[in-house]
DNA sequence: GCGCTTTTGACAATCATTACCATTATCGGT
DNA sequence: ACCGATAATGGTAATGATTGTCAAAAGCGC
């Protein structure tokens, strides 16, 4: 079995990595793919969704899934993070949490899980909009 | 403004909460409307949607998103808790990590943010399936 | 019981993501 | 550099969960 599925560099991977590499923040599928199409570069949307989804298996880059909507794709800076999002304005920050990570990893052992992975979003409202909303 | 929208009580809203009781492990909101079919209640697909975003937004209930697929709601037993899933089998180990309440809490009070909230899902291969796996 | 207002629920609409599949491009060998 | 096998592309149709719509049916206060 093991189908040896060869993988083949395409210019139209390279370019989406090359968007991805540009744009600091969370692009959805559909803003990547217009962000391609504004450069000139045709490249399909069924086409970005699939290296989407195949950058992310391989950990190159980051999915955030915001409830209520799309998938949000980034390129993976350095290290592993987490986001702390403002469900108002949007407005992220990314905060890091290696106590996270090894809390997880000793979780999953302790219940004999390998090859862990996890998500962590934390949702609040941040100081403007914190504001704001007393005014309404 | 602060719209005083008066909140009744509807047979179809005891009974979604009635099922979420009865039944342990997470269902998504089509499975929800299938039993309570199947006990005779006569429930909308819509006012089910409609119940458990209620019953979610008032902490009542538990949300999972699993990547590629439907949300999945169940009743929240009593405190906070994450999950550990087997991306193979599906099966669900509950965790709990007050460190990690307290580290969210934390980090996002130093950036600001109030009325906090956050997801964490933890996934894995279980013994089970790393096990299966190898014999393929 | 009477209104006023919230809810319901059948069905249509939305919308991100996926499936299809004929066409095109890539890669390794010659 | 050409060829042939096959992975990749991309337009379009399909999928499927969730939400919108709105007339009809229930709550709740009086």
Request: glycine letters at 10%; hydrophobic letters at 30%.
């Amino acid at each position: 079995m093991t189908e040896e599925t060869v993988v083949r560099n395409t210019k139209q991977r390279a370019a989406v990595r090359d968007v991805l590499a540009d744009c600091e923040g969370f692009h959805s599928a559909q803003d990547l793919h217009a962000l391609l199409r504004d450069r000139g570069e045709r490249v399909g949307l069924t086409t970005v969704y699939r290296t989407l989804q195949g950058l992310a298996d391989a950990g190159e880059i980051d999915v955030m899934r915001p409830p209520g909507g799309e998938h949000l794709y980034r390129r993976c800076s350095r290290g592993h993070h987490h986001h702390l999002v403002c469900r108002s304005c949007g407005r992220t920050v990314e905060v890091e949490g290696p106590a996270v990570e090894s809390w997880a990893e000793k979780m999953a052992g302790r219940h004999g899980f390998v090859d862990i992975s996890h998500t962590l979003e934390i949702f609040g409202t941040c100081t403007d909009c914190a504001a704001k909303q007393k005014t309404d």
